[in-house]
């Protein structure tokens, strides 16, 4: 069975610096890892993926995510924080065969000014 | 307009009574999900469905069912409400391929 783990509850950084969210996964084939983002009373919101080729990925809003495929990792980040980056953040793999996505528990990113 | 939409947006209900929340879809993608979300729980897939005859069990699926109308229409019953029902409840999308999910706004669902 497929998992996914973050193990951060809470991430808070100061803007203008660097974040990072972490992510591990396990899974018994090849790994298609996903991030979203949830603002508060909204759903969540496709932010990036990795499928195969380049380890590190670029997605929406300036976030990018290194694959590791050593570490089982896939953790997001950013260069310099905003504000508005405070939000919900999920990882997420997707069992491409069975068709559904399995989520980790979240971790609330706060950036304060 | 949304390419997900879910209603209601919000719904109190009694325990025991039964509820439908509903889900459209624009994409025009073949698959369906409904998930949960609790607070430190992230997401748990209730039910998924890959087209109009296709109905799968999640992990989560014990006390609702679902109806897949047609491609784009799939709806999440509770068919006897209790209180640890109280959740918030998404309804995503996706194609066949890579791409990710496409995720309506929720429906926050309390059972009193």
């Known amino acids: 069975a497929q998992s996914v783990a973050q193990p951060e509850d809470q991430v808070n950084v100061a803007e203008g610096n660097p974040l990072t969210v972490k992510c591990t996964y396990s899974v018994s084939g090849n790994p298609y890892l996903f991030w979203y983002v949830q603002y508060p009373n909204r759903g969540l919101q496709f932010l990036l993926k990795y499928i195969t080729g380049d380890n590190l990925v670029k997605g929406s809003y300036g976030f990018e995510a290194e694959f590791n495929k050593s570490q089982t990792s896939f953790h997001l980040k950013k260069p310099s924080a905003l504000v508005s980056d405070s939000a919900l953040y999920f990882c997420?793999?997707?069992?491409?065969?069975?068709?559904?996505?399995?989520f980790g528990d979240g971790t609330t990113l706060t950036v304060k000014p | 307009d949304a390419d997900v939409t879910q209603t209601p947006r919000n719904r109190i209900t009694k325990t025991g009574k039964r509820i439908m929340l509903e889900c459209s879809q624009t994409?025009?993608?073949?698959?369906m999900y409904w998930y949960r979300q609790d607070p430190g729980l992230g997401l748990r897939l209730i039910y998924y469905?890959?087209?109009?005859?296709?109905?799968n069990k999640g992990e989560i699926s014990d006390g609702y069912s679902v109806s897949r109308q047609a491609q784009a229409k799939f709806s999440l019953s509770l068919e006897s409400a209790i209180p640890n029902q109280t959740a918030l409840y998404f309804c995503?999308?996706?194609?066949?391929?890579?791409?990710?999910?496409?995720f309506g706004s929720g429906t926050r669902l309390t059972v009193v």
């Open positions: 469905s890959f087209d109009v005859k296709d109905i």
């Open positions: 997420a793999v997707r069992d491409i065969n069975a068709g559904k996505s399995t």
């Open positions: 994409k025009g993608h073949d698959r």
């Open positions: 995503a999308t996706s194609d066949s391929g890579y791409h990710g999910y496409t």
